[in-house]
């Protein structure tokens, strides 16, 4: 950035103030009234100014001008070369932004499918489990209907062998 206050050395010369760009700003609108006030020539649109201090001004905006001018195209190659280092760090946030976020659906619909999957093995297990339940309970039926069929027989047998028994009592206890 270019400061007002800069001062140019020559290697004979006296330290000498360049001009601000407000001065040189200054001298070339005092060459625009110069020329807007010039007296015009009879007879025709051309006007007269002084050649000589016309001359200077333009001299002196030719010498002074560029040194202004590279510190304005330095400024601007600056600003360029910010813009561009912020729009790659912004294009870089912006990818891994992107990345980010598509991890993060992937994560969630893999989540989500094996939310699903396990839910369906839930209902699975529920399933088979159901089955096997009442496979076993069919199974205990089986067993209850065989146990109930065998101690029914052996009730039957003891009913019988004790009315034997009680028909042998009677049998022993006839008087003779």
């Avoid at 016309?54 to 600003?79: C, G, I, K, T």
């Avoid at 496979?135 to 067993?143: L, Q, V």
């Amino acid at each position: 950035m270019v400061d007002d206050d800069i001062i140019a050395e020559g290697p004979d010369e006296e330290r000498e103030a360049l001009p601000t760009v407000g001065e040189l700003q200054e001298l070339v609108d005092e060459m625009v009234v110069a020329l807007r006030e010039a007296r015009t020539v009879p007879l025709s649109s051309n006007v007269l100014v002084d050649r000589e201090q016309f001359l200077a001004n333009l001299e002196r905006l030719r010498n002074d001008l560029p040194d202004e001018m590279r510190a304005a195209r330095w400024m601007v190659r600056e600003r360029e070369a910010f813009i561009g280092r912020t729009n790659e760090k912004a294009r870089d946030v912006m990818d891994k932004a992107r990345a980010r976020a598509t991890e993060l659906v992937s994560q969630s619909r893999i989540m989500a499918e094996a939310v699903e999957e396990a839910n369906a093995l839930i209902r699975q297990a529920e399933a088979e489990g159901s089955r096997i339940r009442l496979e076993a309970e069919d199974e205990i039926d089986r067993w209850f209907v065989r146990l109930d069929t065998v101690f029914t027989g052996v009730v039957n047998q003891l009913r019988d062998a004790r009315a034997e028994l009680y028909e042998a009592r009677e049998i022993d206890e006839v008087p003779e």
